[in-house]
């Protein structure tokens, strides 16, 4: 499976939003809910090269957008992309012992949250970069950032990985 392009992914996104970058989306039993969304500028590529260690998958990210908040409501974004500065932040209090078991600290890098379940992370220990949910439970969602940030947009923000099915 070919992984997907950010940029494409947003690009789609974007043509689909209001004036007011907002979009109507259907959520379980027909409920109807008018979503924002808040893009920030770019980086500045300068800054970019100053931090070697951050994922690649992410920096293409922030070369667009420094953080997004998608589908927002009263109730807050469903979920969001750090700013590189809210995440060397979270990166620093990581180190100290927050946020993710020990023995993961030097190994996952954080990159935004998911409403009500917890943090995002790009898993670094291995070659496929897998996304990393870390809440009450732990998560591996088995797919790195570009193909993880397509399917969320694609289900309105939903927390698919917690969807049950059974192949029969």
């Known amino acids: 499976m070919r992984k997907p392009s950010i940029s494409n992914v947003l690009s789609g996104l974007k043509t689909r939003l209001d004036y007011k ?3 109507t989306i259907q959520s379980s039993d027909g409920h109807l809910f008018d979503m924002s969304f808040i893009f920030n500028h770019p980086i ?3 800054v970019l090269r100053i931090y070697e260690n951050v994922p690649e998958d992410y ?3 922030l070369r667009l957008h420094d953080g997004t908040k998608f589908f927002s409501s009263e109730y807050g974004a469903l979920f969001g992309i750090y700013s590189l500065e809210e995440a ?4 620093e209090k990581v180190k100290m012992g927050e946020y993710v078991p020990m023995e993961y600290k030097d190994v996952w890098f954080p990159i935004g949250y998911v409403q009500d379940i917890g943090g995002l992370y790009i898993d670094l220990s291995t070659d496929n970069h897998h996304l990393i949910v870390v809440g009450i439970s732990i998560y591996d969602l088995l797919c790195d950032f570009p193909t993880w940030l397509d399917r969320m947009i694609r289900v309105n923000g939903e927390i698919y990985w917690e969807w049950a099915s059974k192949e029969l």
């Open 21 to 23: 970058n907002s979009l």
């Open 44 to 46: 500045d590529e300068a």
């Open 59 to 61: 920096k293409n990210y």
């Open 88 to 91: 060397l932040g979270i990166v």
